[in-house]
């Protein structure tokens, strides 16, 4: 791919989330290796706080260690893995991703507040579900790695977008057989939010 051919954030649709100021804490910004593609590691801020004095505030809760590519031929988010806090965010997840997500994309959310034992499949609209899995102690990267069975080993020596390419094409091929579960029942049956830091040494 030479310097022309280059995907600017600006022609995707993390350019339009960008412009909202919703990209946040990024880990990695910039074009992959597949051609048309450009990733995107951090968080998505879904719900801002009220600014005060033009002071710019953290959001009041966001889509964490996101892992995601976008694609300007369809102009869609075509696989993104990432970390609510609560189930509960589900809903603002599907609102402000909607523009961007592709019946036959992979979502898949690690969620704080479900029981461990349990793996969803939930609608994000009529046409898009996503997969939501338990996640205390870990980390998205981890379970994700874990989840399309990459040995961390594997990707070592790769470059940051090397690293997320692979782990997005494996994604992309993930299916899965688990629970159908509505957005209601999945709130009906949320968990209190568990403290992140508990067992944390200090």
């Given at each position: 791919?030479?310097?022309?051919?280059?995907?600017?954030?600006?022609?995707?649709?993390?350019?339009?989330?960008?412009?909202?100021?919703?990209?946040?804490?990024?880990?990695?910004?910039?074009?992959?290796?597949?051609?048309?593609?450009?990733?995107?590691?951090?968080?998505?801020?879904?719900?801002?706080?009220?600014?005060?004095?033009d002071e710019?505030?953290?959001?009041?809760?966001?889509?964490?260690?996101?892992?995601?590519?976008?694609?300007?031929?369809?102009?869609?988010?075509?696989?993104?893995?990432?970390?609510?806090?609560?189930?509960?965010?589900?809903?603002?997840?599907?609102?402000?991703?909607?523009?961007?997500l592709a019946?036959?994309?992979?979502?898949?959310?690690?969620?704080?507040?479900?029981?461990?034992?349990?793996?969803?499949?939930?609608?994000?609209?009529?046409?898009?579900?996503?997969?939501?899995?338990?996640?205390?102690?870990?980390?998205?990267?981890?379970?994700?790695?874990?989840?399309?069975?990459?040995?961390?080993?594997?990707?070592?020596?790769?470059?940051?977008?090397?690293?997320?390419?692979?782990?997005?094409?494996?994604?992309?091929?993930?299916?899965?057989?688990?629970e159908d579960?509505?957005?209601?029942?999945?709130?009906?049956?949320?968990?209190?939010?568990?403290?992140?830091?508990?067992?944390?040494?200090?």
């Amino acid at each position: 791919m030479t310097t022309i051919d280059l995907v600017r954030l600006e022609d995707t649709a993390f350019g339009k989330l960008d412009a909202e100021g919703r990209l946040l804490n990024a880990v990695l910004k910039e074009p992959m290796p597949a051609a048309g593609r450009f990733g995107f590691r951090g968080d998505i801020a879904l719900k801002f706080q009220e600014a005060v004095a033009d002071e710019k505030r953290p959001p009041e809760y966001a889509i964490e260690q996101v892992l995601a590519v976008a694609d300007t031929v369809t102009g869609t988010i075509p696989v993104l893995a990432g970390y609510l806090h609560s189930f509960a965010y589900l809903k603002d997840a599907a609102e402000v991703l909607a523009p961007y997500l592709a019946p036959t994309g992979t979502y898949v959310f690690f969620v704080n507040n479900i029981d461990f034992l349990k793996k969803y499949r939930v609608p994000l609209s009529a046409e898009v579900s996503a997969t939501v899995l338990p996640l205390d102690e870990s980390t998205v990267w981890k379970e994700t790695l874990e989840l399309v069975s990459i040995d961390k080993n594997d990707v070592k020596k790769l470059s940051g977008a090397g690293k997320l390419q692979k782990v997005i094409d494996q994604l992309a091929a993930f299916s899965d057989r688990y629970e159908d579960l509505t957005y209601d029942e999945g709130v009906a049956r949320m968990e209190p939010v568990r403290n992140r830091n508990a067992n944390r040494p200090v």
